[in-house]
């Protein structure tokens, strides 16, 4: 399991280009953090349906990713990198990877189950869940360009959308989480109580939430936490990764969040425990 917490997100620097764009839907709409407004392709054709990000100069980045997407259970993407603005010399190259890939091992399937044949999330719960397009290096590379291209035939909305890029760095800790982290919800609907005692609720989509202790920073893993959070600040901006190594989860799974931490403390208590901090971590939506 590999945990990674991705920062410095670089995309208000950048140039966004797109396939297409709908009136009043252009590419800048991905370098806001307001997940309410998004890009918008004019088709869903391979030809509109891709973004390309283009740097003044090359940037250190590790981590790639589109979020607020509304692709398809059976949509197909993939991510490149190059270090010079001719595309000429390319660093990082996903290939063709589906963005679902069936999570349910066929032999573990419930045939009278609606998603016996495909593995996938039936299309009522997938169209209702967050959905991010993200790629993590095998190093931390410097890129001038990168380009994101989807194939997804079946998007029934008549186009792509994409609320928010990501083009960061990331931390990743030698040694995990301590045992009692903690993972859950917390809920957005709100309800409202008129003198009469009627009621009006307004539902909305949960925010993911995490809260964990490291107390096995490396000397070099805390010096990067302090650049962390001094480039965050208080509501900065992270792309939470719980498991980064699983094909599978990484697109269910990564979120973009605002990080609340403590500093690195420094323990007298064990010489092998020096750096220790507490985080925790809720989805931007």
């Known amino acids: 399991m590999t945990l990674i917490i991705g920062y410095d997100n670089r995309i208000a620097e950048a140039t966004i280009t797109a396939g297409s764009s709908a009136a009043g839907r252009g590419p800048e709409w991905t370098q806001d953090r307001d997940m309410d407004e998004s890009w918008q392709s004019a088709g869903v054709t391979a030809a509109e349906t891709w973004l390309e990000i283009t740097?003044?100069?090359?940037?250190p980045l590790?981590?790639?990713?589109?979020?607020?997407?509304?692709n398809s259970r059976f949509a197909e993407y993939r991510w490149r990198g190059w270090a010079d603005p001719a595309k000429t010399n390319q660093l990082h190259d996903t290939g063709w990877l589906d963005h679902c890939p069936p999570m349910i091992p066929f032999s573990q399937r419930d045939w009278a189950d609606q998603a016996f044949w495909t593995g996938r999330p039936i299309e009522r719960n997938w169209s209702i869940r967050p959905r991010s397009?993200?790629?993590?290096?095998?190093q931390k590379h410097r890129l001038s360009v990168a380009r994101l291209e989807v194939k997804d035939t079946s998007l029934t909305a008549g186009f792509w959308n994409v609320s928010r890029l990501f083009a960061g760095t990331k931390l990743a800790t030698a040694v995990g989480v301590d045992l009692g982290s903690e993972t859950g919800l917390r809920p957005t609907s709100q309800t409202q109580k008129s003198r009469s005692g009627k009621r009006r609720v307004q539902e909305g989509i949960p925010a993911r939430r995490a809260k964990m202790t490291f107390s096995w920073l490396t000397g070099d893993e805390r010096a990067v936490l302090i650049d962390l959070l001094d480039r965050t600040g208080d509501t900065g901006e992270i792309l939470w990764l719980p498991d980064a190594s699983d094909p599978v989860a990484i697109q269910r799974e990564a979120y973009l969040a605002t990080i609340f931490a403590s500093r690195p403390i420094r323990r007298a208590r064990n010489s092998d425990e020096p750096y220790s901090f507490e985080a925790e971590i809720e989805e931007w939506l």
Do not use: Q, R, T, Y
């Open 55 to 59: 740097f003044p100069e090359p940037v």
């Open 62 to 70: 590790a981590i790639l990713g589109a979020h607020g997407c509304n």
């Open 133 to 138: 397009i993200v790629s993590v290096m095998d």
